[in-house]
């Protein structure tokens, strides 16, 4: 296990088209979180996972925007109809129960909405 | 309402100098805080929680409840402490994140 993955890197997309982001969490973690990124701002907090459910969704996480987890293991972020404001660095996090013991992070995808 | 404030955007010290990266947050039940390094071209990686006290790296934070404060600080700077900076509070949900500070050693 060689900590978060996510996949892709880098995404360039047209504007109005649907994007989809993988991310490969620490196996023994059972919370997973999506955080997304903007110059000069910390991780601001989309949505999270405990285990295959999904308990909460921030208000920044429009209709567009899709994530599930099936069987408790990866997760996926699709955003559909894409808009240039969307274009950020999308980050993935786990952690072993509620996160007293910290996130470890994957290294983002960067989406680029053209 | 939760919020994380890190003043400062921009932290520029020489080598040897002491540290401080300055951190408040508003919550009101009993939190826990946490900071966040990330290095050049790496990933955010945890760099000490509150709950631990521990030292790492050198660096240290002590949680003022009073002053809803958690401040990051170590002696002497050395010149690969150069990164962004990241103080996070977790209230049971998504932790928050502050703005970041970046620090800048000087030799």
């Known amino acids: 296990d060689t900590g978060v993955s996510q996949d892709p890197r880098h995404k360039i997309t047209k504007r109005g088209q649907n994007v989809t982001f993988r991310c490969d969490p620490i196996?023994?973690?059972?919370?997973l979180y999506w955080y997304r990124q903007t110059l000069g701002q910390g991780p601001e907090f989309l949505t999270y996972f405990q285990n295959e459910a999904q308990l909460e969704k921030s208000r920044l996480l429009s209709d567009r925007f899709s994530a599930e987890r099936p069987k408790g293991s990866f997760s996926t972020l699709e955003i559909q109809r894409t808009e240039q404001g969307d274009s950020a660095m999308y980050l993935c996090?786990?952690?072993?129960?509620?996160?007293?013991?910290?996130?470890?992070f994957g290294s983002g995808t960067r989406l680029t909405v053209v | 309402a939760q919020r994380v404030t890190q003043p400062e955007k921009l932290l520029s010290v020489f080598k040897g100098a002491p540290v401080e990266l300055k951190c408040n947050y508003s919550y009101s039940g009993s939190p826990e805080l946490f900071w966040y390094v990330q290095y050049s071209r790496q990933r955010l990686q945890l760099l000490l929680r509150h709950i631990s006290r521990e030292s790492i790296k050198g660096f240290t934070a002590d949680l003022n409840k009073g002053e809803t404060s958690f401040h990051l600080k170590k002696p002497f700077a050395q010149e690969e402490d150069s990164a962004m900076y990241y103080c996070a509070l977790s209230g049971g949900v998504g932790a928050i994140f502050g703005k970041g500070t970046k620090l800048s050693v000087k030799p």
């Open positions: 996090a786990s952690s072993l129960g509620g996160g007293t013991y910290g996130y470890t």
């Open positions: 196996s023994e973690h059972n919370r």
